[in-house]
């Protein structure tokens, strides 16, 4: 894998906010002073014009000069404000995460979103993460799908994907568990299908430590699992979470965990990824 690419990717993705100063819509449940002040920050850095979705009352009492979109619904309206094209590109924030995905699969007449977070690890290593919901991934299908698309998606930054896909255990670890058997078949077989499609991709069993050395990309075995990577390096490992975008071509939509109370990284990512979908369809067109 080019570490250097993904280093200047994260040097990119703020330029692109800069340059872009989208306006970002964000989800608002039980405001906190740290909660506004971090949304406040992007808006001050320019990474983007902020509207806060959620309770106008509840906002006004800490108070904030940043745009209130007041609603009672925030996961609704959040994705009405998005798909009516009045903001350029949405984080959830703190709204709820079933509400938001329910309404924006809805919208777009979908069964099934995936997601595609973006870490930094404790020395600064950026890397994708896919599943990161616990009902995603949860078959090969499923996680093909995530590979090729977040694949894709990995292109669109200027960046060849380095898929590294995880499994139970390793290889000399068949035959004391049949899930782990599982697991360790189904990463075989997704990593030799994605090789076929043209993508680089390498199965590294449980070794996720060596996978982070190979790879820009991690593939977990299952929603579950991936969750927990997430949770772990985000919140207990010192390292940070930029956020999780849907994988979708017309819209930005970028998935944040209401843990911590950071936004400022999420908004700074949507409006860079509004910049790159303006500069695709001009492409396009």
Known sequence: MEKNSMYSLLEAIEIRARAN?????????????????????????????????GSKEEIDEIGTELEVMDTDDPEKTLVELLISRKVDAAIRGTAKAS?????LKEALGKKRI??????????????????VGIDEGNSIADKLRMITLG??????????????VLSGGRIGDIGRDRRVDRTLADGEFVTGRAVELGINAKH????????????NFIVAPDGISGNLIFRTIAFLG?????????????????????????FTKAIMLASALSHLNKERKEVIH
């Open 204 to 215: 590294h069993t449980i070794l996720i430590e060596d996978a982070i050395k190979e790879s």
């Open 21 to 53: 100063r989208a306006r970002v819509a964000m989800g608002i449940r039980e405001p906190t002073p740290k909660i506004l002040e971090s949304a406040w920050k992007a808006q001050e850095l320019g990474y983007a014009h902020v509207v806060l979705v």
């Open 99 to 103: 509400g938001a995905l329910f309404h």
């Open 114 to 131: 995936c997601r595609l977070a973006l870490l930094l690890t404790v020395d600064g290593t950026p890397f994708f993460l896919a599943p």
């Open 151 to 164: 694949a894709e998606y990995i292109r669109r930054f200027g960046i060849e994907p380095a898929v590294g």
């Open 238 to 262: 010192g390292g940070d979470g930029l956020g999780a975008p849907v994988l979708m071509d017309d819209y930005v939509f970028v998935d944040t965990s209401r843990v911590g109370g950071h």
